[in-house]
């Protein structure tokens, strides 16, 4: 049986063969059905993408003599030759594909990365740097071959890293810029001819937006939160001592930063503001419990140069801060469920293959029942538009100018990708919705507010999807009003995105400067950084409003925890009234062309924009209900959901929601890179019996099962009959597979009727389990 794979992570590439792709890969699976006596462990994981630029499979071959038979089969076709007898099915499969040769150079280094690379200027010394991902093996030979073949072509190693849990083993490597061409060559000369290297892929670059300075005065926070921390920021030196960050971090410096960070502190100053205070247009209460700050990055001098990574590898420091915060009898933030990485590579969009870095987040995840919750990344280059000039693009109304746009993110939508390590498979991907507490901005000469009022991400914040089709970004969260300024270009225009948040944006604490020196100085931050810290601050806040109500509530383990709180922030997500404005625009037109159609609108919306009041907040007219639990191999449970009385009989509006969350462990090199998939049971029975049935204003239900989430709701408006002490029965099913260990889950569930004000009351009391004060369904 032979093993097929979308993604070549952690596999023996000596063993490999390439399948180049003349189209999507739905076209060769179909083909491959139809050989007889083919099958491909692995090929249900694949999800077809039709912005794949350049599509292709891997194939893991069982020895050596079996891959020069397929070798010899392909160039026979490839000759234009008769295949041999009883290979002619095999004719209709290699029409899928444009080429078919054993793992190489050419696959060590991708298109992608090759002109990311071609890009990259020499420093002083003539020397660019690289990070080699090496092939991933028992010893460590292969980080000793590299090596010294650094050092031969006149490089020096960095810095390097084993993470045995990950099967990820990467050297940060400084090269001549001779060596740079050789590996842009992609032939068989120097490290990239090595069969020791897996990928060669150009340094981490941190992309940080900016923090424009405002004269807002918000009012000021009293009181100091006493907790310990179970959220922690990874981020940029901040400034501690900010009248709106003193007393509320607890900043921890592994990695010795605190005294190389001379130039001003934005990125975490910002970041740790948001999850703080929320935005400080109208600032959330304060937090109960401090934050642990983990220094990672640091602002040098020239006080103009960005805030960077230290002289290591970010899957490197990531996997030490972890383990420090949550091991042995010095681990420095044990409590720690929740850690924000408003972080975005922008040298690795995602284009098929997941970074080293998601890897071992994913890794870190399940291995320490952590929920990441990363920034999806922005992309500010222009948005293409077609010919229309300047004073055509002004005169058109607002709707007009947003479709515009659309239709140019739309076209580049293959290059505006999720950034590294936004893919990550257990993570929260937080995309920015185009919105913020703020007034209104003013109207400037050439700048536009292209998305405003359209319920959609903002023109920077980075599209789906992620590793094998999941829904990415997870959730839109407000990230400012990113505005637009038209550029000429030829005899129309391009969109330009601001480089900062210019006249709008989420308020956060910012270093003083020149223009407002006090020392409570802030500033207006734009993106899905924000987006991501806005977020984190949700969930901490959830997290207390739990503690609140239930006295027991600690005891439930960090790793059950970490997933309810996954599954409360998705929960409260759905798609904008942007769905519409998305087909109209993107297409396809033909309704009947659905799956396509929400693939487009889960590529800028994801499960949807979340709200807060949701999250955190109780209604008359809606129960929300939660649990955790374990799930082994095969097994599922039944989740009942009690269907207040008050429900029966009523023509009205009325929808049931049901969210699943879990940490699946990453079975790097396997068929199935995800170890654990957990299936919701589409409830046919319960949704006649409710007059309900799945909302169409959802992502398609299986794209929805492509993650570690799984978010369903069914509506309707038909009376409905049913008896006393009905329930709404889901079942929660872990699908078969080899992993031996139960697997943490969380489901959160609500029933809700608008206007119907007995039904959190009727479901309160038909549930076992009551919160000690009354907050609806918690």
């Known amino acids: 049986m032979l093993q097929l794979r979308a993604d070549p992570g952690g596999l023996a590439p000596e063993r490999l063969l390439v399948f180049e792709l003349t189209g999507d890969v739905g076209g060769f699976i179909r083909a491959a059905a139809l050989v007889p006596g083919l099958e491909f462990v692995g090929a249900d994981e694949l999800e077809p993408d039709a912005q794949d630029r350049d599509p292709a499979l891997y194939l893991m071959i069982p020895d050596g003599r079996a891959l020069t038979q397929m070798s010899n089969l392909w160039r026979e076709f490839a000759a234009g030759r008769a295949l041999p007898y009883g290979f002619a099915p095999w004719r209709n499969l290699f029409l899928q594909m444009r080429d078919l040769r054993p793992w190489g150079p050419q696959d060590r280094l991708t298109k992608e990365d090759a002109a990311i690379l071609a890009e990259q200027r020499a420093d002083e010394k003539g020397c660019v740097r690289i990070e080699v991902e090496l092939v991933f093996r028992a010893t460590r030979a292969a980080e000793e071959e590299v090596s010294g073949l650094v050092v031969e072509r006149g490089g020096v190693v960095v810095s390097a890293r084993r993470i045995d849990g990950a099967r990820y083993h990467a050297l940060l490597a400084e090269v001549p810029l001779a060596e740079v061409q050789t590996i842009l060559a992609r032939g068989y000369e120097g490290l990239i001819g090595s069969e020791a290297v897996m990928h060669i892929r150009p340094q981490s670059a941190v992309q940080l937006t900016l923090v424009e300075p405002d004269e807002t005065q918000p009012p000021p926070v009293n009181g100091l939160p006493e907790g310990d921390p179970i959220a922690a920021v990874f981020d940029a030196v901040p400034l501690a001592g900010h009248p709106r960050l003193a007393g509320r971090l607890s900043v921890e410096d592994p990695f010795d930063l ?413 068929p199935k890179y995800r170890g654990v998939q957990i299936k919701i049971v589409e409830p046919r029975e319960a949704a006649a019996m409710l007059a309900v049935e799945a909302d169409g204003l959802q992502p398609d239900y299986n794209q929805t099962h492509n993650g570690t989430v799984v978010h369903r709701r069914w509506e309707g408006d038909r009376a409905a009959a049913f008896g006393e002490n009905a329930t709404f029965d889901v079942i929660v099913q872990r699908q078969i597979d080899d992993f031996p260990d139960l697997t943490p889950y969380a489901v959160v569930a609500t029933v809700k009727m608008p206007g119907v004000n007995e039904i959190y009351a009727q479901v309160r009391d038909r549930l076992a389990v009551r919160p000690r004060v009354p907050v609806a369904g918690r």
């Open 258 to 670: 605190e005294r190389l960070s001379v130039g001003p502190r934005v990125h975490g100053t910002a970041m740790a503001s948001a999850v703080l205070h929320g935005d400080l247009h109208a600032p959330g209460p304060p937090l109960e419990r401090r934050v642990h700050f983990v220094n990672l990055m640091y602002a040098p001098a020239p006080i103009d140069d960005p805030e960077r990574f230290p002289d290591r590898l970010p899957a490197d420091l990531f996997h030490e801060a972890v383990a420090r915060m949550k091991t042995g009898p010095g681990a420095t933030a044990p409590h720690v469920i929740v850690i924000n990485a408003s972080l975005g590579d922008i040298n690795k969009p995602f284009a098929g293959r997941m970074s080293g870095w998601a890897r071992v987040i994913d890794y870190l995840s399940y291995a320490y029942g952590v929920l990441f919750i990363i920034s999806a990344g922005n992309h500010t280059s222009d948005l293409e538009t077609a010919d229309l000039d300047i004073i055509a693009f002004e005169d058109l109304a607002p709707g007009e100018r947003a479709k515009v746009a659309l239709r140019a993110s739309g076209s580049a939508m293959a290059y505006r990708r999720v950034l590294a390590p936004a893919e990550s498979m257990n993570a929260l991907t937080v995309g920015a919705l185009h919105g913020d507490g703020g007034p209104a901005p003013p109207a400037a000469a050439f700048t536009f507010d292209v998305w405003a009022d359209t319920g959609l991400c903002t023109v920077s914040s980075a599209l789906g999807p992620g590793h094998g089709g999941a829904v990415k970004p997870d959730i839109l969260a407000p990230g400012g009003r990113h505005q637009v300024r038209l550029s000429p270009r030829g005899q129309g225009h391009a969109l330009t995105p601001l480089r900062n948040a210019g006249p709008s944006g989420v308020l956060v604490a910012a270093p003083p400067d020149l223009r407002f020196a006090r020392p409570d100085a802030v500033g207006k931050s734009i993106g899905t950084s924000v987006a991501s810290a806005l977020t984190t601050g949700i969930a901490v806040r959830a997290h207390e409003a739990l503690e609140s109500v239930y006295e027991d509530f600690l005891e439930i383990p960090g790793a059950h925890r970490s997933v309810l709180l996954k599954a409360l922030l998705v929960h409260s997500a759905r798609w904008t009234a942007a769905r519409d404005l998305i087909v109209e625009t993107l297409g396809p037109a033909d309704n009947r062309q659905h799956v396509r159609q929400k693939d487009n609108v889960r590529r800028y919306l994801g499960f949807g924009a979340i709200d807060g009041e949701v999250v955190l907040e109780c209604a008359a007219d809606r129960a929300t209900m939660w649990s955790v639990g374990r799930l082994g191999s095969g097994q599922a449970h039944t989740v009942r959901i009690p269907i207040p009385a008050a429900m029966a009989g009523r023509a009205a509006p009325h929808e049931v929601c049901v969210t699943v969350a879990w940490m699946a462990p990453p079975r790097i090199g396997a």
